[in-house]
């Protein structure tokens, strides 16, 4: 469980890092930039991946194509999410994006739909409405920022359908981890060149921060694989016990660390989706 909670934790640490990047004069495109070279050295160094897989022709490219594009764009809409939403409506949003992934999978994939999953999908679709609800005493920039909050959703939920086709290829999961890095981290350099050429120059301390989020990004990562190792039994148990963790934890870090305001919709939303991220992980199989 211990990896599991650091999962939890790096999560919920990218988003305070990318709360406090514009208040220190920290350029979030470049920052992103660098995430992926630190992840990519670090997947690297302590995943081995399995890089002759990748010359198979079953190798899902479109796929790893859509998420070298997607993950550093949703990094840049999760910043402007964090600093307009909050951490608060920002983390669940983004752990609410299980229930577009849960309908894709039974639509595209042919899993089963039992009752208690569908119960789960009904409430987190509830608690998201109560999410994106305004906040008492932040009332005019609501409207922006709950197309952020929706942009989180719908990213997050096209990241892991995403995944589960490559899981269906059989690419191994660190051979397409890599592959993802390498080319988000090529594609956001040439986008970070020609701001350079534009005037918008590189800098030391945007780096610094890069790497800094990399080492976050990379540790949520991989401590989530490996609690999913560590209890190969229980993958209910680490998938709700992940989820609920960010929201809590989330919760607690945009409240009282950055007096975060959440109305009454909000709360209940809060609620609602802790119950359904445990439904839906708890449910029995039909």
């Known amino acids: 469980m211990t990896f599991v909670l650091a999962a939890a934790s790096f999560s919920v640490l990218v988003s305070v890092l990318l709360k406090l990047m514009p208040r220190h004069g920290i350029d979030v495109g470049q920052a992103v930039t660098w995430n992926y070279l630190a992840a990519g050295l670090l997947c690297l160094w302590m995943l081995a991946p399995p890089l ?28 402007a999410a964090v600093r307009h939403a909050g951490i608060v ?15 894709a999978a039974f639509t595209w994939f042919g899993e089963p739909l039992g009752a208690w999953k569908l ?13 994106l609800m305004r906040s008492e005493t932040r ?11 929706l942009a989180v959703w719908f990213g997050f939920a096209l990241v892991d359908v995403m995944l589960k086709a490559i899981a269906r ?16 981290f090529a594609g956001m350099l040439a986008l970070q060149l020609w701001r350079h050429a534009a005037g918008r120059h590189l800098r030391l301390r ?23 190792r560590a209890l190969p039994e229980s993958p209910a148990v680490v998938f709700a016990t992940m989820n609920i963790g960010v929201v809590v934890l989330g919760t607690l870090v ?8 959440t109305s009454r919709w909000n709360r209940l939303g809060i609620a609602l989706a802790i119950v359904a991220i445990a439904l839906i992980a708890f449910s029995p199989q039909p």
């Open 139 to 149: 009332a005019p920039p609501a409207r922006g920022a709950m197309w952020l909050l």
């Open 89 to 103: 409506r920002t983390d669940i949003a983004q752990r609410l994006s299980l229930l577009l992934s849960l309908i």
């Open 206 to 228: 945007h780096f610094a921060a890069g790497l800094l989020l990399g080492v976050l990004n990379f540790g949520n990562i991989v401590c989530y694989v490996r609690a999913h």
């Open 169 to 184: 290829a059989g690419t191994p999961f660190a051979a397409s981890l890599l592959a993802v890095f390498v080319l988000a």
């Open 52 to 79: 002759e897989t990748l010359y198979s022709p079953t190798t899902p490219w479109p796929a790893l194509l859509v998420l070298a594009v997607v993950l550093p764009s949703l990094f840049l809409v999760l910043a």
């Open 119 to 131: 119960i789960g999908l009904a409430l987190g679709l509830v608690a998201v409405l109560a999410i």
């Open 254 to 261: 945009g409240v009282l660390m950055f007096g975060e305001r």
